[in-house]
Protein backbone atom coordinates (compact mmCIF):
# COMPACT_ATOMS: atom_id res chain seq x y z
CA UNK A 1 0.00 0.00 0.00
CA UNK A 2 1.31 3.55 -1.26
CA UNK A 3 0.98 6.20 1.21
CA UNK A 4 -1.51 8.17 -1.16
CA UNK A 5 -3.72 4.93 -1.18
CA UNK A 6 -5.24 6.95 2.00
CA UNK A 7 -6.61 9.79 0.07
CA UNK A 8 -8.43 6.84 -2.89
CA UNK A 9 -9.58 4.39 -0.90
CA UNK A 10 -11.79 6.62 1.86
CA UNK A 11 -9.33 5.97 4.43
CA UNK A 12 -7.96 9.91 5.22
CA UNK A 13 -12.39 10.55 5.10
CA UNK A 14 -12.79 8.15 7.80
CA UNK A 15 -10.33 9.36 10.22
CA UNK A 16 -10.94 13.02 9.06
CA UNK A 17 -15.01 13.08 8.10
CA UNK A 18 -15.08 16.97 8.59
CA UNK A 19 -12.19 17.23 5.87
CA UNK A 20 -11.38 20.29 7.88
CA UNK A 21 -14.26 22.15 6.51
CA UNK A 22 -14.32 24.49 10.13
CA UNK A 23 -11.00 25.43 9.51
CA UNK A 24 -11.73 26.92 6.15
CA UNK A 25 -12.55 30.56 6.86
CA UNK A 26 -9.55 30.97 9.01
CA UNK A 27 -7.38 29.85 6.67
CA UNK A 28 -9.20 31.70 4.01
CA UNK A 29 -8.92 34.59 5.65
CA UNK A 30 -4.98 34.16 6.34
CA UNK A 31 -4.06 33.86 2.96
CA UNK A 32 -6.30 36.94 1.88
CA UNK A 33 -4.70 38.94 4.55
CA UNK A 34 -1.07 38.29 3.12
CA UNK A 35 -2.64 38.61 -0.78
CA UNK A 36 -3.73 42.28 0.07
CA UNK A 37 -1.08 43.25 2.29
CA UNK A 38 1.37 43.00 -0.50
CA UNK A 39 -0.86 44.54 -3.19
CA UNK A 40 -1.95 41.63 -4.86
CA UNK A 41 -5.39 41.11 -6.46
CA UNK A 42 -5.48 38.18 -8.32
CA UNK A 43 -7.65 37.52 -11.36
CA UNK A 44 -7.03 33.51 -10.67
CA UNK A 45 -6.04 31.43 -8.16
CA UNK A 46 -5.79 27.62 -7.72
CA UNK A 47 -5.80 25.66 -4.56
CA UNK A 48 -3.40 22.24 -4.79
CA UNK A 49 -5.00 19.64 -2.20
CA UNK A 50 -8.42 21.68 -2.07
CA UNK A 51 -10.01 19.16 0.12
CA UNK A 52 -13.79 20.27 0.73
CA UNK A 53 -13.26 23.47 -1.22
CA UNK A 54 -14.76 24.83 1.32
CA UNK A 55 -11.40 27.49 1.36
CA UNK A 56 -12.01 28.17 -2.01
CA UNK A 57 -15.44 28.93 -1.29
CA UNK A 58 -14.24 31.43 1.32
CA UNK A 59 -11.81 33.24 -1.13
CA UNK A 60 -14.95 33.67 -3.54
CA UNK A 61 -16.29 36.57 -1.03
CA UNK A 62 -12.62 37.88 -1.00
CA UNK A 63 -12.36 37.95 -4.78
CA UNK A 64 -15.31 37.56 -6.18
CA UNK A 65 -14.36 38.42 -9.47
CA UNK A 66 -11.29 35.92 -9.38
CA UNK A 67 -11.15 32.49 -11.48
CA UNK A 68 -11.60 30.17 -8.61
CA UNK A 69 -10.30 26.29 -9.47
CA UNK A 70 -9.16 23.69 -7.25
CA UNK A 71 -7.34 19.99 -7.70
CA UNK A 72 -7.32 16.85 -5.01
CA UNK A 73 -6.60 13.17 -5.96
CA UNK A 74 -9.60 12.28 -3.57
CA UNK A 75 -12.42 10.89 -5.09
CA UNK A 76 -14.72 10.86 -2.40
CA UNK A 77 -14.70 14.53 -2.62
CA UNK A 78 -17.41 14.94 -6.03
CA UNK A 79 -19.83 14.69 -3.47
CA UNK A 80 -18.64 17.19 -1.01
CA UNK A 81 -17.78 19.73 -3.98
CA UNK A 82 -21.77 19.76 -4.73
CA UNK A 83 -22.38 22.12 -2.63
CA UNK A 84 -20.04 24.76 -4.19
CA UNK A 85 -21.79 24.17 -7.34
CA UNK A 86 -23.45 28.08 -7.34
CA UNK A 87 -19.98 29.35 -6.37
CA UNK A 88 -18.32 29.21 -10.05
CA UNK A 89 -15.50 27.24 -8.35
CA UNK A 90 -13.74 25.01 -10.95
CA UNK A 91 -12.97 21.37 -8.93
CA UNK A 92 -10.93 18.27 -10.40
CA UNK A 93 -10.46 15.02 -8.99
CA UNK A 94 -6.43 14.25 -10.29
CA UNK A 95 -3.20 15.13 -9.50
CA UNK A 96 -2.17 18.91 -10.28
CA UNK A 97 1.27 18.33 -11.47
CA UNK A 98 -0.55 16.99 -14.87
CA UNK A 99 -2.23 19.34 -15.74
CA UNK A 100 -0.65 22.52 -17.80
CA UNK A 101 -2.60 25.88 -16.97
CA UNK A 102 -1.15 28.88 -15.14
CA UNK A 103 -2.29 30.91 -12.48
CA UNK A 104 -2.09 33.91 -10.87
CA UNK A 105 -1.68 33.09 -7.03
CA UNK A 106 -1.01 29.27 -6.33
CA UNK A 107 -2.07 28.19 -3.06
CA UNK A 108 -0.57 25.17 -0.90
CA UNK A 109 -1.96 24.90 2.45
CA UNK A 110 -1.18 21.96 4.65
CA UNK A 111 -0.30 20.51 1.21
CA UNK A 112 3.25 19.40 1.02
CA UNK A 113 4.27 17.57 4.31
CA UNK A 114 1.86 15.01 3.05
CA UNK A 115 3.63 14.03 -0.44
CA UNK A 116 5.78 11.62 -1.12
CA UNK A 117 8.59 13.59 -2.07
CA UNK A 118 7.90 17.55 -1.41
CA UNK A 119 11.12 18.92 -2.66
CA UNK A 120 10.57 17.23 -6.44
CA UNK A 121 6.39 18.37 -5.92
CA UNK A 122 7.64 21.97 -5.42
CA UNK A 123 10.08 22.50 -8.14
CA UNK A 124 7.72 21.05 -10.69
CA UNK A 125 5.07 23.46 -9.15
CA UNK A 126 7.18 26.16 -9.31
CA UNK A 127 6.68 27.77 -13.02
CA UNK A 128 2.59 27.09 -12.19
CA UNK A 129 2.04 30.76 -11.20
CA UNK A 130 2.90 33.97 -10.56
CA UNK A 131 2.81 34.14 -6.96
CA UNK A 132 2.42 31.07 -4.50
CA UNK A 133 1.04 31.25 -1.01
CA UNK A 134 2.29 28.21 1.60
CA UNK A 135 0.31 27.44 5.21
CA UNK A 136 2.93 25.08 6.49
CA UNK A 137 2.07 23.41 10.16
CA UNK A 138 5.07 23.30 12.40
CA UNK A 139 4.78 20.15 14.20
CA UNK A 140 8.22 19.71 14.90
CA UNK A 141 9.30 21.60 18.43
CA UNK A 142 11.27 20.06 21.93
CA UNK A 143 7.67 19.02 23.24
CA UNK A 144 6.35 16.72 20.32
CA UNK A 145 9.78 15.17 19.77
CA UNK A 146 9.84 14.98 23.70
CA UNK A 147 6.26 13.52 23.78
CA UNK A 148 6.78 11.40 20.85
CA UNK A 149 2.64 10.82 20.52
CA UNK A 150 1.66 14.02 19.00
CA UNK A 151 4.39 13.18 16.00
CA UNK A 152 2.61 9.79 15.73
CA UNK A 153 -0.79 11.26 15.74
CA UNK A 154 -0.33 13.22 12.63
CA UNK A 155 1.77 10.80 10.40
CA UNK A 156 -1.12 8.05 11.51
CA UNK A 157 -4.52 10.51 12.13
CA UNK A 158 -3.52 13.74 9.64
CA UNK A 159 -1.26 12.10 6.85
CA UNK A 160 1.84 14.01 7.82
CA UNK A 161 4.89 12.53 6.67
CA UNK A 162 7.23 15.23 7.13
CA UNK A 163 7.62 17.96 10.18
CA UNK A 164 9.10 21.36 10.12
CA UNK A 165 9.97 23.84 12.30
CA UNK A 166 9.90 27.75 10.50
CA UNK A 167 13.75 27.64 9.78
CA UNK A 168 13.28 23.98 8.00
CA UNK A 169 9.73 25.65 6.38
CA UNK A 170 11.85 28.32 4.19
CA UNK A 171 14.71 26.22 4.04
CA UNK A 172 12.56 23.88 2.03
CA UNK A 173 11.00 26.46 -0.29
CA UNK A 174 14.34 28.21 -1.02
CA UNK A 175 16.07 25.17 -1.89
CA UNK A 176 13.04 24.45 -3.88
CA UNK A 177 13.39 27.55 -6.02
CA UNK A 178 11.14 29.72 -4.35
CA UNK A 179 12.14 33.33 -2.70
CA UNK A 180 10.16 34.33 0.37
CA UNK A 181 8.46 38.08 0.03
CA UNK A 182 6.98 37.59 3.27
CA UNK A 183 6.32 35.27 6.44
CA UNK A 184 4.59 35.03 9.25
CA UNK A 185 3.20 33.03 12.29
CA UNK A 186 -0.43 32.54 12.53
CA UNK A 187 -1.15 31.73 16.35
CA UNK A 188 -2.87 28.70 15.54
CA UNK A 189 -3.06 27.24 19.00
CA UNK A 190 -5.13 30.31 19.73
CA UNK A 191 -7.02 31.19 16.85
CA UNK A 192 -8.30 27.89 15.37
CA UNK A 193 -11.90 26.55 16.06
CA UNK A 194 -10.84 23.01 16.92
CA UNK A 195 -8.86 24.53 20.11
CA UNK A 196 -11.69 26.66 21.48
CA UNK A 197 -12.14 24.67 24.42
CA UNK A 198 -11.43 25.76 27.84
CA UNK A 199 -9.08 22.84 28.40
CA UNK A 200 -7.18 23.81 25.44
CA UNK A 201 -6.85 27.24 26.07
CA UNK A 202 -5.76 26.49 29.24
CA UNK A 203 -3.34 24.40 27.92
CA UNK A 204 -1.95 27.37 25.89
CA UNK A 205 -1.26 29.61 27.79
CA UNK A 206 2.38 29.44 28.45
CA UNK A 207 2.94 29.27 24.29
CA UNK A 208 0.96 32.73 24.98
CA UNK A 209 3.09 33.68 27.70
CA UNK A 210 6.14 32.47 25.75
CA UNK A 211 5.29 34.23 22.61
CA UNK A 212 5.11 37.65 23.93
CA UNK A 213 8.33 37.63 24.73
CA UNK A 214 9.64 35.63 22.15
CA UNK A 215 7.73 33.86 19.03
CA UNK A 216 10.81 32.11 17.91
CA UNK A 217 11.45 30.39 20.68
CA UNK A 218 8.26 29.44 21.76
CA UNK A 219 7.25 28.25 18.31
CA UNK A 220 10.22 25.68 18.70
CA UNK A 221 9.61 24.50 22.09
CA UNK A 222 6.26 24.15 22.48
CA UNK A 223 4.73 24.15 19.17
CA UNK A 224 1.18 25.07 18.29
CA UNK A 225 2.27 27.33 15.56
CA UNK A 226 1.66 27.38 11.39
CA UNK A 227 3.59 29.24 9.17
CA UNK A 228 1.67 31.43 6.09
CA UNK A 229 4.11 32.40 2.96
CA UNK A 230 3.60 34.71 0.63
CA UNK A 231 6.51 33.59 -2.43
CA UNK A 232 7.34 33.73 -6.06
CA UNK A 233 9.50 31.35 -7.73
CA UNK A 234 12.97 32.49 -7.80
CA UNK A 235 14.52 33.06 -11.51
Known amino acids: M????RYLDGTYL????????????????RVAEILKRNGISPTSICDVGCGSGHILAELRGQFPDARLYGFDISPQLRDV??????LGIDLRVGNFLESTERYDVLTMLDVFEHVRDPFSFLEAARGRAGHFVFHIPLDLSALSVARGTPLMQQRRNVGHLHFYTKDL?????????????????TEAYASLVTHRTWKTRLAHMPRRLLA???????????GGETLIVLATART
Open 2 to 5: TVET
Open 14 to 29: AHNPEWDCSDAPWKAA
Open 81 to 86: WRKHAA
Open 169 to 185: ALETLQDCGYSTIEWCY
Open 212 to 222: SINRDAAARLL
